[in-house]
């Protein structure tokens, strides 16, 4: 589903998410739809592994790799130069969120793609964003192509992302703590 453009609702290691195969601009576009979300809002990028972070990014500092290898919560780390992803992910200056999901589904999720997912808080743009899937709107729901079943009954809270801007020469930018 995911490799023909369609979109997904599914649990990650922070909260919800809507998500699709960051590569094609058309499933991207869609979730803009979705969301009723301005394309200039960038959304962020899941991988599996630290490791993967090297396909899609032009220049990934050393830092990148000791910031989520030490962080104790998730990290999502916004890079200087984005590659080979749609280009509705970027910045207006060419910048790409990634985070390395540590929730095994995602993250064999993204293992099996070969592709970064988009993940994007699963509401509608300006309400509050759903930490349990009972919070997710019926209209988000319906607007998707698939529900992932695992989690949905889960209540357990989970931590909000950290968010940093890292450059090339890695100068550090704490975003969201």
Same mark, same amino acid.
């Given at each position: 589903m995911l490799r023909k453009g369609g979109v997904l609702l599914y649990p990650t290691d922070t909260i919800w998410g809507i998500g699709c195969d960051a590569t094609n601009s058309k499933a991207v576009k869609r979730i803009y739809e979705i969301k009723r979300r301005c394309e200039g809002k960038a959304m962020l990028a899941l991988v599996g592994r630290m490791s993967d972070v090297e396909q899609w990014v032009d220049d +990934?500092? @050393?830092?990148a790799f000791t910031l989520n290898e030490m962080s104790e919560k998730p990290v999502t780390i916004i890079y200087d130069h984005g590659i080979g992803v749609a280009p509705e992910l970027l910045?207006?200056? #060419? $910048? !790409?969120? !990634? %985070?390395? $999901? %540590?929730?095994?589904f995602t993250q064999q999720l993204c293992n099996r793609l070969g592709h970064p997912l988009v993940s994007t808080s699963a509401n509608i743009a #300006? @309400?509050?964003s759903p930490s349990f899937f009972h919070e997710i709107s019926d209209e988000v729901k319906n607007a998707v192509d698939y529900i992932v079943n695992y989690r949905q009954a889960d209540t357990t809270p989970h931590m909000p992302s950290s968010v940093i801007r890292l450059? $090339? $020469?890695? +100068? !550090?930018? !704490?975003i969201r703590p």
């Open positions: +990934v500092p @050393e830092m910045g207006d200056d #060419g $910048s !790409i969120g !990634i %985070r390395v $999901s %540590r929730e095994p #300006g @309400e509050p450059s $090339s $020469s890695n +100068v !550090i930018k !704490i």
